[in-house]
């Protein structure tokens, strides 16, 4: 079994930055494809970006590509969501999940308990 913890939310102004962590334990991590959802408020959950098990791989949601970068560090358990030029729109509380699946899309069981991040405009 794997328990993932988010950190790193915060308000934020517009075209401001941050960066979440996820911190994973569990000796199967590495092995894991990861990934980052989002919830905005009065909305579902969507996808935001995904990284294979050994970081050669990444996807990203429309709404993440050109501003998101995710990255992973094994050693450490913990997989990273740098987010710059944030809006007001990337207000959602942000969920950290494993083991996504091959098409780094789909979500595993695995949820984190979300960080909140609100971006002020």
């Known amino acids: 079994q794997v328990q993932l913890v988010e950190s790193g939310g915060g308000l934020v102004q517009a075209g401001g930055s941050l960066r979440l962590s996820c911190a994973a334990s569990?000796?199967?991590?590495?092995?894991?494809?990861m990934g980052w959802f989002r919830q905005p408020p009065g909305k579902e959950r969507e996808f935001v970006a995904a990284?294979?098990?050994?970081?050669?791989?990444?996807t990203y949601g429309n709404s993440a590509k050109g501003r998101f970068t995710i990255s992973r560090d094994n050693a450490k358990n913990t997989v990273y969501l740098q987010m710059n030029s944030l809006k007001p729109e990337d207000t959602a509380v942000y969920y950290c999940?494993?083991?996504?699946?091959?098409?780094?899309?789909?979500?595993?069981?695995?949820w984190g308990q979300g960080t909140q991040v609100t971006v002020s405009s």
């Open positions: 999940n494993g083991p996504v699946g091959e098409t780094l899309a789909l979500p595993g069981n695995y």
């Open positions: 569990g000796r199967t991590f590495s092995g894991y494809n």
């Open positions: 990284i294979s098990w050994g970081g050669s791989r990444t």
